[in-house]
């Protein structure tokens, strides 16, 4: 195995036992959301500067003015994800960033289809996904408004920046029944909303406030 992935310190086991126990309180039910952060090096796919502070509750810096998700957002989204159904086949992702959702979805869905628009980024969130053997991954490297539409319906799709309103792309690429969930809304006034497909029109639920970095449009 890879040295950096045994973890030490701050980035051991013991650490992510004290994150898991955080984010039951803070609500998290789902067990086996639960169980694979506990398992999945979060450590790895940060700078080595920050990788000791890799379990605490809050965003990181990983780099070209993005953020890692805090560890109760990843839980939290995969979660709401996951209620939908009891299996997911395929989920998209817009925003790979350093590639850790990446990682937690992978292990819990068929296949993941992942979408960043910083080719830097793509590529060393390739290399940990790698690293942790996570080969249901197929990577984009594009603008997420355009979703993926050679592997559409998708039956989940989850974001990890935040667009002024639903991409209608992306609706459309949504399987009936499939499960949508995603940060809307300009800076300081987001919320994470999950909308599901309905075989005519679409429910949408408002959950909670939300701090994400923008959704973009186009490459960079
Ligand atoms: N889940 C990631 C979140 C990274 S931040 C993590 O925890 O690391 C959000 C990511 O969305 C950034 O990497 C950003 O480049 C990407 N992004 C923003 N707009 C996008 C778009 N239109 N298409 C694809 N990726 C986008």
Request: glycine share 8%.
């Amino acid at each position: 195995m890879n040295p950096s992935l045994q973890g030490i310190g701050m980035t051991s086991l013991r650490t992510r036992e004290r994150m898991i126990k955080r984010l039951s309180e803070q609500g998290i039910s789902n067990q086996n959301v639960l169980k694979l952060m506990r398992d999945t090096p979060r450590h790895i796919f940060m700078d080595e500067a920050l990788a000791s502070r890799a379990y605490e509750d809050t965003a990181l810096p990983i780099g070209y003015n993005q953020t890692i998700s805090q560890p109760y957002i990843v839980a939290k989204m995969t979660e709401l994800l996951l209620r939908s159904s009891e299996h997911l086949g395929k989920v998209l992702e817009i925003g790979t960033g350093c590639g850790y959702q990446t990682a937690i979805l992978a292990q819990l869905v068929d296949h993941v289809f992942t979408v960043e628009r910083i080719l830097p980024l793509q590529k060393k969130a390739k290399t940990h996904l790698w690293d942790l053997k996570l080969k249901n991954i197929s990577y984009q490297y594009g603008d997420g408004n355009l979703g993926w539409p050679d592997y559409a319906p998708f039956d989940g799709i989850l974001a990890t920046a935040a667009p002024s309103e639903i991409p209608p792309l992306l609706l459309l690429q949504l399987a009936i029944g499939g499960v949508m969930v995603i940060p809307i809304g300009p800076s300081g006034q987001q919320i994470l909303q999950r909308i599901t497909r309905k075989t005519s029109g679409y429910d949408i639920e408002n959950l909670e406030a939300v701090t994400f970095v923008p959704f973009l449009t186009g490459k960079e």
